[in-house]
């Protein structure tokens, strides 16, 4: 009687919604199956290692199973995730200010990608003003360095997960 193979050991990979390049996913054994679905149906190739040939623009699971002497492996699941682009706002009703009035606080809201409710990523917010920049959701700049029309305060939102950092569009006030 032949023994069960060991069911691969694979790993997940991270990309960005829009990055061209493909990560490519990994069990370290040549001879393992992969496939496209569950019931382990639509073959896809044999081999160590695979790099899905299209670009995947949401999160992908890849099933691979190990066949030894006849004997079948439990299924094993490597998948490919895809962090959409974040998106957020700057609260900035109040930006609108008067010589000598103290600044305002500005609020990052509206976080798509929200970090404070999805486990899954990191989340972190930056504010760049007169070469300075400054991690948090809201931001306060000096007030007395503010100049009309001479400098214009940034933002850009970015999460991270499973070590892949993908990051917004800039925002200006």
Not at 16 to 30: N, W, Y
Not at 45 to 59: F, I, L, M, R
Not at 87 to 112: K, Y
């Amino acid at each position: 009687m032949n023994e069960k193979p060991t069911t691969p050991i694979t790993t997940s990979k991270t990309k960005c919604a829009g990055d061209e390049v493909i990560p490519t996913l990994t069990t370290g054994f040549e001879s393992d199956l992969w496939y496209a679905d569950k019931l382990v149906t639509i073959f896809i190739q044999k081999g160590s290692e695979y790099t899905p040939e299209n670009v995947p623009q949401q999160d992908m699971n890849f099933y691979i199973i190990r066949e030894q002497n006849g004997c079948v492996s439990d299924t094993a699941i490597a998948s490919l995730h895809v962090i959409q682009q974040p998106t957020f706002e700057i609260d900035s009703v109040s930006v609108v200010q008067c010589r000598l009035d103290d600044a305002v606080q500005l609020n990052a809201i509206n976080l798509d990608i929200d970090y404070h409710i999805d486990n899954t990523i990191e989340g972190k917010v930056y504010w760049y003003f007169n070469k300075n920049t400054t991690e948090g959701d809201s931001f306060t700049p000096n007030a007395t360095e503010l100049q009309v029309g001479k400098n214009m305060i940034y933002a850009q939102y970015f999460v991270t997960r499973e070590g892949t950092t993908c990051a917004s569009k800039q925002q200006a006030v």
